[in-house]
């Protein structure tokens, strides 16, 4: 039989190193978090170089709020944020960042420098931290916002060093990232350099097309279909690509929560669901979506990384991305709608709430496994320009 071993709390420094590990697992995951805070500062242009791929360094310099001199060691603490105060808050979280723990994080497996001022002060404030040490906080001049710089990630980690893929692998998750950033936010003007190289260069417009032109020309552009659907729980916007430009890979698929980057696999599903068969086995449909839900009705707090999230109602979420797809792409909204069963259920179809809870009902309860008559189209049942309904008799 094995003997009990003592037990024993781990240092700060050890845990701080266990935790940061969850936050921040490759360079493209440090310039995600310092993107999303320069976002939620209110920045309208933020500028992302890196050099070795992100691993030698990376700077983020953006035109937010900034940080006010007497929070700056505070804001490197581990749960430490100005985003939330109560446990109440996680219920409803409106800005990227919430968790108060990617400064610390980043800080704690890198060297770090952060120059910052706000509106109208004086002057700024530097601070330089190693492995977590504070080693420099002084007064400093600097410009309006903040500007952080990344050297040597991981090198106090060699377990996670050593398994960073090539510079130019991490350099091309760090643009992948940025895509994204990009197509999130068309309203904020982002500029990624590699090496010196420009990259990417949104025009920070507010147009998500300018945005999707930025990243895949403009090529794609006569073959996207703007979605735009309210179900009065869901508001799907954003577009779809035809299936001449699908994909063998999720390269082109970018979903957003609210306008956060999200992965879901659902919503993926529920987005190819609505091509049926006429994407290729294998093939996957261009799009750039944003699901935006009542904060209340998503939880955004299930993994650190916060790209992981929970509707209360994922069937409804991943049904409205079938049908608001479906919409785009002018496809009937649901096989198995009948005029008879919308016009004999005597309901005013005065919304396009009413037509979805037609829609939904047919999905849960088909009907008695005779063909539809007709199948009805979305512009059938209303009229393009104003949406209205049509009058059905
Ligand atoms: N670029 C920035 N401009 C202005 N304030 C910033 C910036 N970056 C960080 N901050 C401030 O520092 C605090 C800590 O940042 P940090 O990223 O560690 O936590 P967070 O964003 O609150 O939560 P999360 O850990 O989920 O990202 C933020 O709450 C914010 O007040
Ligand atoms: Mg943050």
Redesign the pocket.
């Known amino acids: 039989m094995q003997t009990a071993k003592r037990i024993q709390v781990l240092s700060k420094h050890t845990a701080n190193q266990i935790a940061a590990g969850e ?1 921040v697992e490759r360079p493209a995951s440090i310039v995600k ?2 993107v ?3 976002i ?2 209110g ?1 309208t242009a933020i500028t992302i170089e890196i050099n070795g791929g992100g691993i030698d360094y990376i700077k ?1 310099t ?1 035109n ?4 006010l001199a007497e ?1 700056v060691p505070t ?2 603490l581990r749960h ?4 939330i105060s109560s446990a109440d808050d996680l219920g409803h979280i409106s ?11 980043i800080a704690a497996v890198s060297r770090l420098t952060m120059r ?1 001022r706000t509106k109208n002060a004086e002057s700024g404030t530097k601070i330089h931290i190693e492995g977590g040490d504070i080693k420099e906080c002084a007064e400093c001049g600097c410009a309006e ?2 500007a ?1 710089e990344v050297r040597n990630v991981f090198y106090n980690v060699p377990a996670r060093l050593k398994f960073l893929k090539s510079q130019r692998a991490e350099g091309a998750a760090i643009s992948d990232y940025a895509a994204r950033a990009i197509m999130g936010n068309p309203g904020v003007s982002i500029k990624l350099l590699n090496n010196g190289k420009v990259i990417y260069h949104s025009p920070g417009d507010g147009q998500l097309r300018s945005a999707i032109f930025c990243i895949y020309g403009g090529e794609v552009l006569p073959h996207i279909k703007e979605v735009d659907y309210d179900d009065g729980r869901f508001r799907i916007t954003g577009y779809v690509g035809t299936e001449s430009i699908s994909r063998p890979n999720r390269q082109q698929q970018s979903l957003y929560i609210n306008s956060r980057y999200v992965r879901s696999q659902q919503i993926s599903y529920g987005v190819q669901r609505a091509f049926d068969t006429r994407i290729m086995v294998g093939k996957f449909p261009f799009y750039v979506l944003d699901i935006g839900v009542n904060y209340e009705d998503v939880d955004v707090n299930v993994h650190p990384n ?1 790209m992981e999230v929970r509707f209360k109602d994922e069937q409804g979420a991943v049904r409205a991305a079938t049908i608001a797809t479906r919409m785009a792409l002018g496809d009937p909204v649901a096989p198995t709608i009948r005029r008879e069963d919308i016009i004999t259920k005597k309901t005013a179809f005065g919304s396009i709430n009413a037509l979805n809870a037609a829609v939904r009902q047919e999905i849960v309860q088909p009907t008695d496994g005779k063909k539809p008559d007709k199948q009805l189209s979305y512009s059938e049942l209303f009229k393009p320009a104003d949406k209205s309904p049509l009058k059905l008799k």
């Not at 937010?64 to 940080?67: H, K, P, Q, T, Y």
């Not at 430490?80 to 985003?83: G, L």
């Not at 800005?95 to 994080?105: K, M, N, P, Q, Y």
């Open positions: 936050v978090e310092l999303e805070n320069s939620d500062a920045s983020i953006d937010g709020s900034g940080i929070d804001a490197f430490a944020t100005s985003k800005t990227l960042g919430f968790r108060g723990e990617a400064l610390s994080s910052t916002g903040t952080i916060k």
